[in-house]
């Protein structure tokens, strides 16, 4: 998932147990070892008296109440080990993790996003630990496959990404789709759209029977990426795409495919198909303005379902983008454990329990997409049925997408104010592209 959003460090927002914002005092890092010295122990209930102090960034509805629960079952079954959790906003989390792992006390496990300038940039620093280790004692490499574990592998200079050790084990699935109000469908007699032709018929019908077609809140900058990735993935090849979104060399910004792509979201602007304002109101009032009513479509990924279902119940829909079997999408963000972790045994199984099939279990109970097992649920008809079903589609078809803040360390920055320039009319399709070529191919080029 991505985002880039500049906050004050002080606003933590912390669940469980208090936690200062700066952690201990900053300290060049230190390479980790490739394994626990000692080898692994994977019977945690032998491993002492333990505090695990975990950063994650479940904070919303579904994701807290899962998470609550499972950090509860296992202490439960583990009570000599205590999580000292602290919940942070995504933004926040990516904001003050960096600063975190440079200090002398970082937490033992932390969420950290998939992509070079998060997960990348740590393990070229030497701030995570490499789990091969444990993913052969705990089987993760059977749990998860290779399609999974490629979004959370480095080579240990944090060049290549998609292979190499892994890093982290993420928990659920995401992939980005078209939100839909059913009861606004139907008023305005329609079906849910079948190709991405009749899905632009849609937001021109809407528009003219004075709805607003398409919500967007783009002040965080990232929530446009999912928006024009949507609209990229109906326009260029998937292969394409990823070669872009991994920052690989050979691929290319400017060409038609992505120049179309680019022009038909100014022409979504010029048709006023997006709320007014849009670029100025934030990502959570506008998913949550969808909810209770406003806008007929919202382009967002499979987190907003659990929280969405609550406002809207049956009358929330959910599917893949229409047309061409490609969509935005890959893992939740991964748990890792840091380098300077003294509890690196303790942490792994926390991730086990976590991730295991139990753990899908409540995940699913709590509107979430468990990454595996996924067609193992049983989940009622409505919202959370589309979520699994399109999951199950766009997996089995090859068709999830990279994220496109992948491709570099700065691309989440330089793709975020590009799109706002460009969805404010500031910059041209051409320019906007030719933005994005300069960091991808400045990348590209240097990384060996």
């Known amino acids: 998932m991505i985002a880039k959003l500049r906050v004050a460090a002080a606003a933590c ?30 019977d945690a209930a032998k491993l002492g008296n333990v505090t695990l102090t975990v950063w994650d960034q479940e904070v919303r509805g579904g994701q807290n109440a899962q998470m609550s629960k499972l950090v509860a079952d296992f202490q439960a079954k583990y009570p000599n080990i205590k999580i000292k959790r602290v919940s942070r906003s995504f933004d926040d989390l990516n904001t003050t993790l960096r600063l975190a792992l440079t200090g002398n ?9 998939n992509g070079r300038p998060q997960m990348g940039a740590f393990v070229k620093a030497g701030q995570l630990r490499p789990l091969d280790a444990y993913a052969e004692a705990y089987g993760w490499k059977k749990r998860y496959p290779q399609s999974v ?12 990404f998609g292979q190499g050790s ?6 659920v699935g995401e992939v980005v789709g078209v939100l839909y109000n059913k009861e606004k469908l139907a008023k305005l007699g329609l079906t849910p759209p079948k190709t991405w032709d009749d899905f632009q018929a849609a937001l021109a019908k ?19 990426i999912h928006v024009f990735g949507t609209v990229q993935g109906q326009n260029v090849p998937a292969d394409q795409i990823s070669t872009l979104g991994f920052g690989r060399k050979g691929g290319s910004w400017n060409t038609p495919e992505n120049t179309k792509a680019a022009q038909q979201l100014v022409d979504w602007v010029d ?46 829909g959910f599917m893949l983008p229409p ?27 926390y991730i086990d329990f976590i991730t295991n099939s139990d753990a899908m279990k409540v995940l699913t109970t709590n509107g979430l997409l468990p990454i595996a097992d996924t067609e193992q649920q049983t989940v009622p008809a409505g919202p959370q049925q589309d979520m699994f079903t399109a999951f199950a589609t ?24 590009a799109l706002q320039d460009l969805l404010a009319k500031k910059q041209t399709p051409q320019e906007f592209l030719a933005t994005l070529e300069k960091d991808y191919k400045t990348f590209s080029d240097s990384n060996g």
């Open 149 to 160: 574990l490629q979004y959370v592998s480095y080579s240990s200079d944090g060049k290549i």
């Open 13 to 42: 927002a912390v669940t469980l147990a208090a936690a200062a914002c700066a952690p201990g005092s900053s300290a060049p890092p230190s390479a980790p070892p490739a394994q626990p010295s000692g080898g692994v122990r994977t």
């Open 105 to 113: 006390e970082p937490p033992d496990v932390v969420q950290a996003n």
């Open 323 to 349: 047309g061409a079997p490609v969509a935005t999408g890959g893992t939740g963000l991964p748990f890792s454990i840091t380098a300077k972790s003294p509890n690196p045994d303790a942490a792994a199984a």
């Open 206 to 224: 809407a528009k003219a029977a004075g709805e607003t077609p398409l919500m967007l809140g783009n002040l965080d900058k990232w929530p446009a």
């Open 394 to 417: 766009i997996s089995k078809q090859n068709g999830l997408a990279p994220y496109l803040d992948y491709a570099t360390p700065t691309f989440s920055d330089t793709l975020g104010a």
């Open 166 to 171: 892994v890093y982290g084990m993420p928990q």
């Open 271 to 316: 048709k006023g198909y997006f709320n007014k304002g849009f670029n100025g109101e934030g990502y959570d009032p506008a998913w949550q303005a969808f909810g209770k009513g406003e806008g007929v479509f919202l382009i967002g990924g499979s987190w907003l379902l659990a929280d969405l279902e609550k406002t809207m119940g049956k009358n929330l």
